[in-house]
């Protein structure tokens, strides 16, 4: 007999809707535009004060082979060759069926975004992709980023967007990715840049002193923006402060869900369905005890994502019988972090993405000894990290320049000159020393070993090649370096005092260990079946790269594909509803 289960309905009374979407993220605004451009009532409910989730804290590119955006900028690229990449990245996790759907619709989606909605892009046809030797890889154009947004458009909603990381920001000015990253790096070394600088920030304080904050949205916070008003001109219901605490079933399909809002809960019915895009679980203690082998007992992780991000989503799809993927190598895109002090308490979280790759900066374990090759990915050091920590002991290394290096890239969240940064020495975060024995007692770093190892890298610094690791040797190393330094953009020499350093820690840019789906966003259960009515995206889905990390964007770029894609196939049932009502 097939199952149904009934829900009284709740105090709050009951709404009804085509599609509730769980989470405000890329994953979730996705789902929500596309459902409403194809006629559907839409409502999103978000846990949090802000819309936007982790997509607003983040860089904001996102991975799509053989898009339009990448191609009008001259770059060929085919499914086939993006397909060859992915078996090669995902290895035995390899989802032949979700990667098809990924490649085969992921341009569409992205000509979708740009020519109907507030999205647009732009090309980031220099950013190789992470592994670009392997088979099917690419030196660049399969990454886009979303054009800076002006939150003058969002008017009176601007103040629901969740703002930016404050740790990535300087006075609360967002700088984009790119050029405009160089600018800020050239301040004191081109007229052009200080220029440009002067301009933005000029600007910022205009902002400031009218609107309170800054108005030119970059990165992760212009998606979201972009995907928040697209949303709210599309018709679609968003909600802030309405966590999702059940879902409904009927004869086995998902039917709705009970949502609580202003201390109140509401039953909220579906004609379609029920997308989950709540962005996983990076603060779900529980969970990532049992997933994440370095945080046994919570103390050995530090991810920057929403407080609010404890795994909703998946403990919602697991209590209809889905299941979680559980067998990736890594449960998370891992990123290397420093913990910031805050003023008046507290601690931020700065990800280190780029600095990493500057000439003249090497990452030591606490015995002094390099353990990779710097410039890779994030995602990839942490690997390395891990590899070379002792059992049972927290992973943590530590980022050493000299001051020539500080003075002109700055470290984590110490900015460049002309910046000054006295209170990052006082705080504790930046540790410096007259000499590489006085830095490594100040960090806590063996002394022989990190002179030696300075020593060694050094000696390299004549002939151009990181022998021990080959930093600078791949397109993505050389992409983050500065091209300015030759014939290695990412080496120079630790020579001149005095020396700082910065200790890093694991954190994560969301997780990949999500729920599993088909190549329609469709949730299966244990046996692998559609549960009716459910569907994922963002990183509430089982990460098509099988736990791997291939390049930047990889988990935008899915998350705005499957969100599309989940709401193409809840448009389709609601036509089969409508043609057998009209074959009656």
């Given at each position: 007999?097939a ?6 309905t ?19 605004l ?36 053989n ?6 900028d001259g ?7 993006a397909?060859?990449y992915l ?7 390899f989802?032949a069926?979700?990667v ?7 341009p569409e ?9 507030k999205?647009?892009f732009?090309a ?7 592994h670009?030797?392997?088979p ?12 800076d947004f ?9 103040k629901?967007?969740r703002?930016?990381?404050?740790e ?5 000015l967002m700088i984009g990715?790119?050029?405009?990253l160089?600018h ?8 052009r840049s200080a ?8 600007a910022?304080?205009?902002?400031l002193?009218?609107?309170g904050r ?9 998606l ?8 709210l001109?599309a018709?679609v219901?968003v ?7 059940d ?7 998902v ?5 609580e809002?202003a201390?109140t809960?509401l ?8 997308v ?5 679980f ?5 969970r ?28 919602l799809g ?6 979680v ?13 420093s913990?910031?002090p ?6 931020g ?7 990493r ?17 710097e ?13 070379a ?8 290394a ?19 000159f002309p910046v000054?940064?006295g ?9 410096t ?7 490594a007692?100040a ?6 070993g990190?002179?030696?190892?300075v ?6 610094m004549?002939?151009?090649?990181d022998?021990?690791?080959?930093k600078?040797s791949?397109?993505y ?16 020499p ?14 994560d840019?969301g ?23 459910l569907y ?8 098509i790269?099988?736990?791997?990390y ?11 594909t499957?969100?599309?894609i ?11 509803e ?7």
């Open positions: 007999m199952e149904t289960v009934t829900t009284k709740p105090a709050g009374g009951q709404v009804q809707c085509d599609v509730l979407v769980v989470g405000s993220g890329a994953g979730g996705a789902a929500a535009v596309a459902a409403a451009a194809r006629g559907l009532k839409v409502i999103v409910a978000e846990k949090a004060s802000h819309v936007g989730g982790t997509t607003a804290l983040s860089g904001g590119f996102m991975w799509v082979p898009n339009p955006v990448s191609r009008r770059i060929e690229d085919t499914a086939e060759a397909r060859a078996r090669h990245e995902a290895g035995n996790h989802n069926e979700c098809d759907a990924f490649l085969e619709t992921g989606a992205i000509d979708f975004f740009e020519t109907r909605t999205v647009q732009e980031a046809s220099a950013f190789s992709d992470y670009p030797t392997a099917g890889g690419r030196s660049g154009g399969r990454s886009i980023k979303a054009r002006h939150g003058q458009e969002l008017g009176a909603e601007l629901r967007l703002p930016p990381l404050p990535l920001t300087f006075v609360g990715s790119g050029p405009e160089k800020f790096f050239n301040v004191t070394r081109s007229l220029a440009y600088v002067a301009g933005r920030l000029s910022h304080a205009r902002d002193a009218l609107n800054g108005m030119l949205l970059t990165n992760g916070n212009a979201a923006g972009r995907l928040f008003l697209s949303a001109e018709g219901d909600w802030t402060d309405a966590p999702v605490v879902l409904v079933r009927t004869n086995g399909a039917t709705g869900a009970v949502v809002r201390g809960r039953a909220v019915a579906t004609r379609c369905g029920v989950l895009a709540a962005g996983g990076p603060q779900d203690m529980e990532r005890r049992r997933m994440f082998p370095h945080d046994r007992a919570n103390d050995g992780h530090f991810s920057p994502a929403p407080a609010g991000n404890t795994g909703d989503g998946l403990k697991e209590s209809v019988g889905a299941r993927e559980d067998g990736y190598p890594n449960a998370a895109a891992w990123v290397p972090v913990r910031v805050r003023r008046g308490g507290g601690w979280v700065f990800p280190h993405f780029i600095d790759a500057k000439p003249g900066l090497i990452a030591v374990l606490p015995n002094g000894r390099r353990f990779v090759n410039a890779n990915s994030y995602h990839d050091f942490c690997q390395a990290l891990f590899a920590s002792e059992k049972d002991k927290p992973a943590r530590f980022l050493v320049v000299d001051r020539p290096f500080l003075k002109r890239y700055g470290l984590g969240f110490v900015k460049p000054p940064f209170g990052q020495i006082r705080s504790g975060y930046l540790k020393g007259r000499t590489l024995a006085e830095l007692a960090a806590g770093i063996d002394a022989h990190l002179e030696t190892t020593a060694a890298w050094n000696r390299d004549a002939t151009g090649e022998h021990a690791f080959g600078g791949t397109a190393n050389r992409f983050n370096g500065d091209i300015e330094v030759k014939p290695n953009p990412c080496l120079a630790i020579a001149e005092a005095p020396f700082y350093a910065v200790e890093v820690v694991v954190g840019l997780t990949f260990a999500g729920l599993r789906t088909d190549g329609d966003a469709r949730v299966l259960d244990s046996d692998g079946r559609p549960i009716p009515g994922a995206s963002g990183n509430d889905m089982a990460s790269m099988g736990g791997n291939p390049g930047g964007g990889i988990t935008l770029g899915p998350a705005l499957f969100g599309y989940a709401a193409r196939h809840l448009a389709g049932r609601v036509a089969e409508d043609d057998r009502a009209a074959a009656e």
